[in-house]
């Protein structure tokens, strides 16, 4: 396994040259269909980090790749430098942080909120709206229910948490009359 920061490099790298040539929309839907490809094709990326098989022959398996699911030029090279480097096993691990740095850049701030109960589309985007108004910027909200809330939302942004459930509530009370 590669360290973050070294997938975390190759991220940057992605990033910093799609929006300078101003090719990140077209960057970042080809990096979301290779990733879903290679997920739902593991055996690419096996041939691919596979050191019995020729480089030659690797380069010709993603030339046909391409050529099947066209890219953007900037992408097409960047899998070249996967691929030259020996790091298509973690073409998951860097699209996933190229993804959080974009949103970093653009000034979207993500946020996670546990609830008690599945929220619909409509209050989880209400709730979104909400967040975003509150601290100024906007939000990628990621909405977990936790069957052990009696209700409300712990909301945390990036390491500060937000504790609005009603069993945080309760334990406040319950210290208040202990203490009178």
Do not use: W
Request: glycine residues 6%; contains cysteine.
């Amino acid at each position: 396994m590669i360290p973050s920061s070294l997938y975390a490099s190759y991220s940057r790298a992605i990033v910093d040259v799609a929006l300078e040539t101003a090719s990140e929309p077209a960057v970042t839907k080809d990096l979301m269909v290779y990733r879903q490809i290679f997920l739902e094709v593991p055996e690419v990326v096996a041939a691919l980090q596979n050191p019995a098989i020729p480089k030659s022959a690797k380069e010709r398996v993603l030339s046909a790749l391409m050529e099947m699911y066209p890219v953007a030029a900037t992408t097409g090279n960047f899998m070249r430098v996967l691929l030259d480097h020996n790091r298509f096993a973690y073409f998951g691990e860097i699209v996933d942080c190229y993804l959080r740095i974009l949103d970093e850049r653009n000034g979207i701030v993500p946020a996670l909120a546990t609830v008690a109960s599945p929220l619909t589309e409509a209050q989880a985007e209400g709730l979104r709206k909400d967040i975003s108004g509150a601290i100024g910027h906007e939000v990628k909200l990621e909405v977990r229910p936790d069957p052990g809330l009696i209700g409300g939302v712990v909301l945390q942004l990036g390491s500060t948490v937000y504790d609005g459930s009603v069993r945080k509530h309760l334990e406040n009370i319950r210290q208040r009359l202990i203490s009178c």
